[in-house]
């Protein structure tokens, strides 16, 4: 066990990606660099697994610090914030909290390459995290997308104000 705890600290400490942020698509591009096997730890056919059976177990799947009623980190605040103000259905929406399971915890950012939570997927492809999200709903891209992808609530069921 200390093994596998020191191993996968080396892969952090030796290999931090740089993210290029292009404003106007938004899209990530990683530094094109090969990693030793020391610098690789695979997830576990089993964490895989998980992680594919929960970003399929809704179209709007949110990897977050806490829950909704009760996000423990204010990036995960900012990311349920912005989903609710886009109006994305409950009925298809579902978090998980990643500080109940140190293995989800790891395991979605090695999933998606990406190092930070929160993290949100719809219909099974990753979007980003909160700085992602904040620029899409700033420029307009999240609204978009999230109805495209038809998550929102209709708007003869939206609640009146």
């Not at 094109?32 to 690789?40: A, I």
């Not at 996000?71 to 103000?85: E, K, M, T, V, Y």
């Not at 999230?146 to 009146?160: G, M, Q, R």
């Amino acid at each position: 066990m200390l093994s596998r705890s020191l191993l996968s600290s080396i892969p952090r400490q030796a290999y931090r990606p740089s993210w290029t942020l292009a404003p106007q698509s938004l899209r990530i591009q990683h530094q094109s660099r090969r990693l030793t096997p020391l610098q690789v730890r695979l997830l576990s056919t089993e964490t895989r697994a998980a992680i594919d059976k929960a970003i399929g177990s809704s179209p709007v799947v949110l990897f977050m610090k806490g829950t909704p009623e009760t996000p423990q980190c204010g990036f995960s605040r900012a990311s349920i914030q912005i989903l609710g103000l886009q109006g994305v259905d409950p009925q298809k929406f579902t978090a998980f909290n990643v500080l109940e399971d140190q293995e989800l915890r790891n395991g979605i950012k090695e999933y998606s390459d990406w190092p930070t939570i929160p993290q949100l997927y719809v219909d099974k492809e990753f979007v980003g995290g909160c700085d992602i999200l904040m620029s899409m709903h700033q420029n307009g891209e999240l609204s978009k997308m999230l109805e495209t992808k038809d998550v929102l609530v209709a708007a003869d069921e939206k609640p009146e104000t």
